[in-house]
Each structure stands twice: as C-alpha cells, then as structure tokens.
C-alpha cells in the first residue's frame, strides 16, 4: 500500500487560547509519534490550498463571507463559545480543504492507494450554514462533492468514528442519495444530535450511537451490526473516514473506553470494504482527540494500519 501524508505547518498556526483542547500540541504529538521507524516509508506532502470556490461545494457563498469576516487582523476572535479564529486560521482551514481534495485526487490517479490529512482545524461539525464545535469548514464534505464533480464517482460513504456526532456532516447531505454518513459517537453528548431514528430523508444517515462507559466490544458491536451492513448495502465508490480519536479511553471530552487496538480494527474493516467496493480507495481526515497521548497512540495505529493494508 501508498499511504500519502498532508501535513504543513500552517496548521500549526491555527492559534485557540491556553486551555483550549483544540491546540497546536495535537499535530506535534502525532508528528512524534510518526517518527517511529515503521512510518519511514509513508508518502509524507505538503497540504496544497483550496480556491474559495472549493467551499461553496458544501456551504452557501453568505456562509463563506460570514466566515471571512470573523478572521481578526489580529488575537483571537469568537465565532462561538468554543469556536476561535485567529488571523492564520481561514489560510489554515484552506489548506485543510485543499489537502481533503487532493486525496481525493490522489486515489483516484493511483498517486496513492490511501491517504490521512493531518489537518486543523477540524470540520465534521461546521454545517452548511454554521461553524461550530471547533470546525469552520466540513472537510470531508467538500471531499466528497470534489470526488463525485471531477472523478465522475456516484456514490460516496463517510464513516465518522468521532466521539462526537458530525452534526454537519449530516446536515450537509440529509437529503442527499449519493452520500452515506455512518457515525458511532458517546451520545448524550455535544452537539446533541445522532439519534438512531435520524436516517435522513433518502435513509442514507446511519447512526449508531453508544452510551457512557461503553468500550471496545460495543462499538465493535456497533460497527459489525450497523455500520459494515450500510456500507456494504450501499456499495460506495469511495470511502471517506472522518477520524476522530476522542473515544479513546484517556479523552477528556468524553467517556468512551478505546484503545487504539479498537482504531486499528476498526481501520482494519473499512479497508476491507474499500478493497471490495471501491479499488482500495480510502481517504482519511483528521478529526477530534484531545488527550496528546491517546492521539498519538490512536492516530498512529490507524495510519500504520493504513499503510499495511
Ligand atoms: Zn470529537
């Protein structure tokens, strides 16, 4: 397997105040951990930068100026009580889209067989008309339109393993037939939506939501019994992961209890669905995690599992 890597260090300057468990430590925690030896041979590229009109394939022009205009010439500004941009963050977010895109490209060229975006900030939360929950753009939405516009692709499944529901994710394509968005997330939780009865009006949404304190074996559970059958029902023509590793038991947003033997299995089966359905073709974005450890240790075996096939 070719496993390409989009890094750059603009993401590093996406700036959110002291204490805020979006920060710049993330990146570094996973670039350490990828300093290990079995990541040697990872394809590792700078993250190209989006046109603006890359947005609008999820959000409405308004949106994207509103956005605009909440970039500070300088400190920290508020979108939300947990939303922050600082002067870097749209050049930051751009990048993230960009490089969402390109691995669609990637995959589609045989440039890669899979690819992980190492983005901030994230997107699974930012809806068509909102920015929110740490995200201003949904990455892994534009990716999917960006795959079915330029490669001619019919239908596209998004699995988001976030401990948090992609609340935007779903509102971005609830009436779509083309797109399948499968979540397993800690539900009471933030943003409040996933209820399993939410399936969209095509009944192309999959929810499968687990409770406090559940680990390994329920979302496993959760995988074999809901998702995997949606996928497989569906027979996308690309997979696309929203990868979030805040249901890692040390999180400190949630009380999942994942380990990262749970990111690498999970890896593990939709690879296996990409290679039925879909030549291989899988891209990954990151998503939440907060605890550097957990991250690091979550994100690596995902991405070793990646490469390993
Ligand atoms: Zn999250």
Redesign the pocket.
């Known amino acids: 397997m070719v496993t390409r890597y989009y890094e750059h260090d603009i993401f590093k300057e996406h700036v959110t105040p002291p204490g805020h468990p979006e920060r710049v430590d993330r990146l570094r925690a996973l670039e350490t951990a990828l300093t290990a030896e079995q990541f040697d041979t990872l394809d590792r590229q700078q993250a190209p930068i989006a046109d603006e009109s890359a947005i609008l394939l999820a959000h409405p022009e308004e949106f994207l100026l509103r956005v605009k205009a909440q970039i500070p010439e300088e400190g920290i500004a508020r979108i939300d009580a947990d939303t922050v941009v600082c002067p870097q963050s749209l050049n930051a977010a751009m990048h993230g889209v960009g490089a969402s895109m390109a691995a669609v490209d990637d995959v589609f060229s045989g440039a890669a067989d899979n690819v992980f975006v190492a983005s901030r900030p ?1 997107g ?2 930012a809806e068509k008309n909102t920015a929110m ?2 995200c201003l753009f949904n990455n892994v939405a534009i990716a999917a339109r960006h795959a079915q516009k330029k490669h001619d692709v019919e239908r596209v499944a998004i699995i988001d393993w ?3 529901h992609g609340n935007g994710t779903q509102d971005i394509f609830w009436d779509d037939p083309t797109v399948l968005y499968c979540s397993t ?1 800690q539900m009471p939780l ?1 943003p409040g939506t996933g209820a399993k009865g939410e399936t969209g009006s095509k009944n192309t949404i999959c929810n499968a939501p687990l409770n406090a304190g559940d680990g390994g074996d329920k979302f496993r559970a959760a995988f074999k019994d809901r998702v995997m059958p949606a996928v497989q029902n569906f027979e996308p023509d690309l997979i696309i992961i929203s990868a ?1 590793f ?2 890692h038991y040390r ?1 400190p ?2 009380q999942l209890n994942l380990d990262d033997e749970d990111f690498d299995w999970a890896t593990g089966r939709m690879m296996e669905l990409a290679d039925r359905f879909c030549s291989n073709r899988l891209i990954s974005v990151l ?4 605890d550097l450890e957990g991250l690091a240790v979550s994100g690596a075996a995902h991405i070793h599992r990646m490469m390993r096939g």
Request: avoid cysteine; glycine fraction near 20%.
């Open positions: 994230p699974h939360h929950g740490f976030d401990v948090h997330h933030y979030g805040d249901a999180d947003l949630a998503e939440g995690g907060y």
